[in-house]
C-alpha cells in the first residue's frame, strides 16, 4: 500500500502499529487510563477505552506538522509507545488521510466472540481516527469478506469510515488508493467483493489532481496525488 500511494503521487508521512495488548480485554482500563493522561484536555474525552486512545492518537498523528503542537503529538506517541500498546517510525509530517490494516482474524471457530474483542476495538479506533483525521480507509484481505470476516462484521455497524476488502493483490491495493482518494473528496463507502459494498471501486472514479506546486507546472502530467484509473 506504501509504495501504490507514492506511485499515486502521494506521501506516506509514517506508520503505527498496534499491538496485542492494545486489542486485550484485559488492558481497557489501562488504555482508558493512558489516554486520560496523555490527553490536552482529559475533561472533553468521552466514549470507551479505544475511543478514547484513537482519539489522543489521531490528535497526535494531525499535529504532527504543527509547530505548536508537536512537543504534545511526540509525547502522547511516546506513552502509548512505553505502555507497550503500540510503535511509531519517525513521522516526515501531520497526517490528513489514514488507512487501518484489518489484522487475518480467525473468527469462524468462535464468531460471537469476535466483536467482543479486537474487531470492537478496531472499529472504535477507526471511528475515532476518522473523526479526528477525516479521510479513514479500513483495508482487509479476501477472506475479510467472508461470512464471519472481519469487514464482513464491522460493515454491519454501518461505520462512517470507508472499506476495501481485497488488499493484498496488485489490483487490490491500486483500489484501496482509489477509495483512501475518493475519501479524500468526500466520497465515503464500503468496495470490494464483499456483500454489502458499493462495487468493486468508486463510481465515478475520483480526479486527477495536479500539484498546487506553481513550480511542477512543467513536470510530466503523471505527477497526480491520485490514479487516473489508466
Known amino acids: 500500500l506504501e509504495a501504490r ?3 499515486a503521487g502521494g506521501e506516506v508521512v509514517g506508520r503505527v502499529e498496534i499491538s496485542e495488548d492494545f486489542v ?10 493512558l489516554a486520560t493522561q496523555v490527553s ?5 474525552l468521552s466514549g470507551t477505552p479505544y475511543e478514547k486512545a484513537g482519539t489522543e492518537i489521531g490528535r497526535a498523528l494531525r499535529g504532527k506538522g504543527d509547530e505548536e503542537d508537536g512537543d504534545g503529538a511526540e509525547s502522547s506517541l511516546a506513552a502509548f509507545t512505553e505502555g507497550g500498546l503500540a510503535s511509531f517510525g519517525e513521522f516526515a509530517g501531520a497526517a490528513d488521510a489514514v488507512f487501518v490494516l484489518a489484522p487475518s482474524l480467525e473468527t469462524s471457530s468462535e464468531p460471537e466472540q469476535a466483536p467482543e474483542t479486537a474487531l470492537i476495538a478496531l472499529d472504535e ?3 475515532a481516527l476518522h473523526d479526528e ?3 479513514t480507509v479500513l483495508v482487509g484481505e479476501v477472506s475479510s469478506a467472508a461470512a464471519e470476516g472481519a469487514l464482513t462484521l464491522l460493515r454491519a455497524e454501518d461505520p462512517p469510515y470507508s472499506s476495501v476488502d481485497v488488499v493484498g493483490r496488485p489490483l487490490g491495493d491500486i483500489v484501496a488508493v482509489l477509495v483512501l482518494a475518493a475519501a479524500v473528496e468526500g466520497n465515503e463507502g464500503a468496495y470490494g467483493i464483499g456483500e454489502g459494498t458499493r462495487g468493486f471501486l468508486p463510481d465515478p472514479l475520483p480526479e486527477a489532481q495536479e500539484s498546487a506546486d506553481p ?9 497526480r496525488t491520485v490514479p487516473d484509473g489508466e
Open 125 to 127: 479506533l477507526s471511528r
Open 40 to 44: 490536552s484536555d482529559p475533561q472533553e
Open 133 to 135: 483525521i477525516g479521510p
Open 215 to 223: 513550480d511542477d507546472e512543467d513536470d510530466d502530467e503523471d505527477r
Open 5 to 7: 500511494v507514492e506511485e
Open 24 to 33: 486485550d480485554p484485559a488492558n481497557a482500563t489501562f488504555v482508558d487510563e
